[in-house]
T-cell receptor
Framework: DAGVIQSPRHEVTEMGQEVTLRCKPI?????LFWYRQTMMRGLELLIY????????DSGMPEDRFSAKMPNASFSTLKIQPSEPRDSAVYFC??????????????FGAGSRLTVL | AQSVTQLGSHVSVSEGALVLLRCNYS??????LFWYVQYPNQGLQLLLK??????LVKGINGFEAEFKKSETSFHLTKPSAHMSDAAEYFC??????????FGKGTRLHILP
């Protein structure tokens, strides 16, 4: 398996623009997580899905953020409109309870977002 | 609620010296505990995990950690540091059926 695949790796946009980050989890994994990493706040869980259903979105900062998982092999994180304080590295991770017996995450390489 | 506290946001050790990264957790149920490592410009990767059974857990690259329930600790150690160990290390806790909570991370610097 190629691992968790995220795109784009880097995104530079202007304030007010819509940003869409994409994630392809590992085939067979039934959990998918979106994290945000900044120097100030560290690693924050934004939302996670189980079998494509959102389970906990309490970490989503505000209504400008939305996430979807239309099928087992694809998820998006959308920010509309974007603001400079959204600049961060966004990670997608997936896991399988069945395989590991615990919530062991495999992370993608991240999408570095810069909002000017 | 679960939480993780990592003592020291930056730790420096000399090459060849003992590495000790401290982690304390809070959990109302038996925890699952993890250490992840992040190299520059990469995602996190699993170093080792404790679920049940033996309390001394061995991971990749010579690292190990010991679960001490009485101290609510899960410290990470390596007998001899190597330059390639320079990275950021995250301790994490979860219940068996719930999301993982990460600590704020400890950046390990290796001095030549």
């Amino acid at each position: 398996d190629a691992g968790v695949i995220q795109s784009p790796r880097h995104e530079v946009t202007e304030m007010g623009q819509e940003v869409t980050l994409r994630c392809k989890p590992i085939s067979g994994h039934d959990y998918l997580f979106w994290y945000r990493q900044t120097m100030m706040r560290g690693l924050e869980l934004l939302i996670y899905f189980n079998n494509n259903v959102p389970i906990d979105d309490s970490g989503m900062p505000e209504d400008r953020f939305s996430a979807k998982m239309p099928n087992a092999s694809f998820s998006t994180l959308k920010i509309q409109p974007s603001e400079p304080r959204d600049s961060a590295v966004y990670f997608c991770a997936s896991s399988s309870f069945r395989e590991t017996g615990a919530n062991v995450l495999t992370f993608g390489a991240g999408s570095r977002l810069t909002v000017l | 609620a679960q939480s993780v506290t990592q003592l020291g946001s930056h730790v420096s050790v000399s090459e060849g010296a003992l590495v000790l990264l401290r982690c304390n957790y809070s959990s109302s149920v038996p925890p699952y505990l993890f250490w992840y490592v992040q190299y520059p410009n990469q995602g996190l990767q699993l170093l080792l995990k404790y679920t049940t059974g033996a309390t001394l857990v061995k991971g990749i690259n010579g690292f190990e950690a010991e679960f001490k329930k009485s101290e609510t600790s899960f410290h990470l150690t390596k007998p001899s540091a190597h330059m390639s160990d320079a990275a950021e290390y995250f301790c994490a806790v979860s219940r068996w059926d719930d999301k993982i909570i990460f600590g704020k991370g400890t950046r390990l610097h290796i001095l030549p």
